[in-house]
């Protein structure tokens, strides 16, 4: 289990480094140079207790194995930016390391780099992107993606917890992710947008690898200044290598998308918008209904509140079975003096393994819970302090990947610095 570095006012994780909070870092803006370049290097230490922690890292891969203990962390970050009139490079790349007292051990926790690249012609804008992301500990992230407060239903960002946060087994994986879209103005009022993506999770372990795939195309037309009216289709491979084979989602979107202040506050947005998917698997057709809503409220001149529910269908790495699942998340934070800021994240999951299942056995649930506060010593330096929750419980009827145990809970507090420097 590992720090999520404060270098973000959404914490990103031991494995994730963003930019900087401009209200406690006006040091670092991300703002590009005149030749629209900028580049920042970023850099997390920390000292940390966890009451789960891997024991020695000597194979034990079972949760049972684990116990209460302390140790140190440290990651390393770099971001780049060249945004031109019509083209735009951005390109990112993290490293993380763990150092065990009680060994006297260094361990790498996990490597990723991504790069993306956009051109804009005219009215037709396109978008490539590429990520890979190797890890030595895997744990279960039953948190899904929720829709960006942009109401783009062709995009996703996840949730804010970092992917190392709640690692539980000595399973290595590595994955590759690949992206395009094309969106093609039509009128001020109407567009019309396609994408595919491709997602390989490899286990070199043994745990069945996964391979998703999507791809879909939507028109949009604005029909009043807050909605807009939305007609879509997107289509979802899930392969898994087990003897389930492949399962096909159809999502379906044609409705409203709604997203504007609302009357009564105008530091108050509200989105949401609401579809279907028709799940093929084993012979069979089940339909779901889905959807998204985000409220997000500014409080003050410092502080956001924002509060996000979804209800969808997604595969999660290292399971056999898609999943069924509601969830809620909430977020706050803000400066509470000028060199001081709070936040923190809450998440619930309920969800079902295996589409058209009824039996409780077959159920799963998960929460987690992140407070953290920063004191800035300069635009570029902060310490920081936090705490974590992080618990899972499965049905008797669900296949775990190896390692996984039917309920964990685990928490930890860590102490650190951070710092992200601009370099141009």
């Given at each position: 289990?590992?720090?999520?570095?404060?270098?973000?006012?959404?914490?990103?994780?031991?494995?994730?480094?963003?930019?900087?909070?401009?209200?406690?870092?006006?040091?670092?803006?991300?703002?590009?140079?005149?030749?629209?370049?900028?580049?920042?290097?970023?850099?997390?230490?920390?000292?940390?207790?966890?009451?789960?922690?891997?024991?020695?890292?000597?194979?034990?891969?079972?949760?049972?194995?684990?116990?209460?203990?302390?140790?140190?962390?440290?990651?390393?970050?770099?971001?780049?930016?060249?945004?031109?009139?019509?083209?735009?490079?951005?390109?990112?790349?993290?490293?993380?390391?763990?150092?065990?007292?009680?060994?006297?051990?260094?361990?790498?926790?996990?490597?990723?780099?991504?790069?993306?690249?956009?051109?804009?012609?005219?009215?037709?804008?396109?978008?490539?992107?590429?990520?890979?992301?190797?890890?030595?500990?895997?744990?279960?992230?039953?948190?899904?993606?929720?829709?960006?407060?942009?109401?783009?239903?062709?995009?996703?960002?996840?949730?804010?917890?970092?992917?190392?946060?709640?690692?539980?087994?000595?399973?290595?994986?590595?994955?590759?992710?690949?992206?395009?879209?094309?969106?093609?103005?039509?009128?001020?009022?109407?567009?019309?947008?396609?994408?595919?993506?491709?997602?390989?999770?490899?286990?070199?372990?043994?745990?069945?690898?996964?391979?998703?795939?999507?791809?879909?195309?939507?028109?949009?037309?604005?029909?009043?200044?807050?909605?807009?009216?939305?007609?879509?289709?997107?289509?979802?491979?899930?392969?898994?290598?087990?003897?389930?084979?492949?399962?096909?989602?159809?999502?379906?979107?044609?409705?409203?998308?709604?997203?504007?202040?609302?009357?009564?506050?105008?530091?108050?947005?509200?989105?949401?918008?609401?579809?279907?998917?028709?799940?093929?698997?084993?012979?069979?057709?089940?339909?779901?209904?889905?959807?998204?809503?985000?409220?997000?409220?500014?409080?003050?001149?410092?502080?956001?509140?924002?509060?996000?529910?979804?209800?969808?269908?997604?595969?999660?790495?290292?399971?056999a079975e898609p999943a069924f699942s509601n969830s809620i998340s909430a977020q706050v934070g803000g400066l509470v003096a000028r060199r001081i800021d709070v936040s923190g994240n809450v998440a619930y999951v309920k969800g079902l393994t295996g589409i058209g299942e009824d039996a409780l056995d077959s159920r799963f649930t998960t929460?987690?819970?992140?407070?953290?506060?920063?004191?800035?010593?300069?635009?570029?330096?902060?310490?920081y302090t936090q705490v974590l929750r992080y618990r899972y419980v499965f049905g008797e009827d669900v296949q775990l990947p190896a390692g996984f145990d039917r309920s964990v809970e685990r928490g930890g507090a860590r102490f650190g610095v951070t710092s992200s420097i601009p370099l141009f």
């Open positions: 289990m590992s720090a999520a570095s404060p270098a973000s006012a959404q914490q990103a994780g031991e494995g994730g480094v963003r930019r900087p909070f401009r209200g406690l870092f006006g040091g670092d803006s991300g703002t590009p140079t005149e030749n629209g370049q900028h580049m920042s290097v970023s850099f997390t230490a920390l000292g940390a207790y966890d009451d789960n922690v891997f024991a020695g890292e000597r194979g034990s891969t079972n949760p049972q194995f684990q116990r209460p203990g302390v140790y140190g962390a440290m990651t390393t970050g770099l971001v780049y930016s060249n945004q031109g009139d019509r083209h735009s490079f951005d390109a990112t790349g993290t490293a993380a390391f763990r150092y065990y007292p009680d060994q006297d051990a260094v361990s790498s926790t996990q490597q990723m780099g991504s790069i993306a690249y956009g051109m804009r012609l005219g009215r037709t804008s396109l978008q490539l992107s590429q990520a890979a992301v190797r890890a030595p500990r895997f744990g279960f992230q039953g948190f899904p993606e929720l829709a960006p407060i942009d109401g783009s239903s062709l995009s996703t960002e996840p949730l804010a917890f970092g992917t190392n946060d709640f690692d539980l087994t000595l399973l290595e994986m590595v994955r590759l992710a690949s992206g395009a879209s094309v969106t093609q103005t039509l009128s001020s009022r109407s567009s019309l947008s396609f994408n595919y993506s491709l997602r390989h999770t490899r286990f070199p372990d043994g745990a069945p690898d996964v391979t998703n795939q999507q791809g879909g195309g939507q028109y949009d037309r604005q029909i009043t200044r807050g909605a807009s009216l939305r007609l879509g289709y997107g289509y979802r491979q899930f392969g898994v290598a087990s003897p389930n084979g492949q399962t096909g989602v159809h999502d379906i979107n044609v409705g409203v998308n709604y997203q504007r202040a609302l009357s009564f506050s105008r530091r108050t947005t509200l989105h949401f918008d609401s579809g279907s998917s028709m799940v093929a698997r084993q012979g069979r057709t089940f339909i779901r209904l889905t959807g998204v809503a985000d409220l997000e409220h500014e409080i003050g001149r410092t502080w956001t509140a924002r509060a996000a529910f979804q209800r969808g269908v997604r595969m999660i790495d290292g399971f929460y987690a819970a992140t407070l953290t506060v920063r004191y800035a010593f300069s635009p570029i330096l902060a310490a």
